[in-house]
């Protein structure tokens, strides 16, 4: 209780004090006083079609391909996958797309444009054990407007706050997962502030479903993998497909980064 009365007495605002770095084979995103994520890496999943079995070809930073904008490559089977990450402040925004240079039809499973896995050295850092974590209801599922009107100022404050949470739970084995957007924030933690991260699909000329899944234990976070799940989509010879970008922002109220302005959340979203 202590620690969500602290949290709500301070003033709130976006984190500007980030940076990119290329460490440790992985892209890692460090914000001032705030979230650590380390060691992003991205993947695709695809297969022959007269084969059961899937390949997987991984980008990591070692794949390094232009500095403007950073981009990083791999070819495997004919297929060519470019990664893309982009400053877009307040954040930035990562992208993946797939081009089949083979002569032959190739079926793709999936692109995930991020994954830190902890196995592998990922790190998903928001000062506070994962059991305190709380993850913010995508606002197409809000289910507020289903509650009885509270009748004070504090009843409304508490429904309003407790609709649109998801709080961490041993039972979901899965772990949180969103379709689009995905806001996590600790209730209390070791940062000055409760630090939140927002990753968010922004606007793509390619019309592919997305994931964004949070996976951890109540003591340790286990992998994040942010997707298209293009469950075995057929890509002709020539054939391109690319995933939206992904906006990654970090601040301290998790509200106003979900309620970035359109212009911010969607502009140069189509490159």
């Known amino acids: 209780m202590q620690c969500q009365e602290y949290f709500r007495a301070q003033a709130h605002m976006i984190n500007h004090a980030g940076f990119l770095a290329i460490l440790d084979r992985g892209i890692t995103l460090n914000w001032e ?8 890496s991205a993947a695709v999943q695809y297969q022959h079609p007269d084969s059961a079995a899937s390949c997987m070809m991984r980008l990591s930073a070692t794949n390094r391909y232009s500095d403007e904008p950073l981009s990083f490559t791999s070819l495997q089977d004919g297929l060519r996958a470019v990664w893309v990450w982009q400053e877009r ?3 930035w925004t990562a992208m993946l797309s797939v081009e089949n240079e083979s002569n032959q039809e190739l079926l793709l499973n999936s692109l995930e444009v991020l994954r830190l896995d902890s196995e592998a050295g990922g790190l998903f850092n928001i000062g506070a054990p994962p059991r305190l974590w709380r993850c913010r209801i995508e ?17 409304r404050q508490s429904v309003r706050d407790e609709s649109v949470w998801e709080s961490w739970s041993p039972h979901v084995v899965s772990g949180f997962v969103r379709s ?5 924030q600790p209730v209390c933690s070791s940062r000055s502030r409760p630090p939140a991260v927002m990753i968010r699909a922004l606007r793509s000329a390619y019309d592919l479903a997305t994931e964004i899944r949070l996976e951890a234990t109540s003591e340790r976070f286990e992998r994040l993998i942010v997707r298209c799940k293009t469950d075995g989509m057929l890509l002709a010879p020539g054939g391109v497909t690319a995933s939206p970008p992904f906006w990654i922002v970090a601040g301290d109220d998790a509200e106003e980064l979900q309620h970035l302005p359109s212009e911010l959340r969607e502009s140069s979203a189509d490159t």
């Open 180 to 184: 689009r957007e995905l806001v996590v």
């Open 33 to 40: 006083d705030g979230p650590t994520l380390h060691k992003f």
């Open 139 to 155: 606002r197409a599922e809000g289910v507020s407007s289903l509650l009885p009107e509270p009748t004070s100022s504090l009843e």
């Open 89 to 91: 402040p307040p954040g």
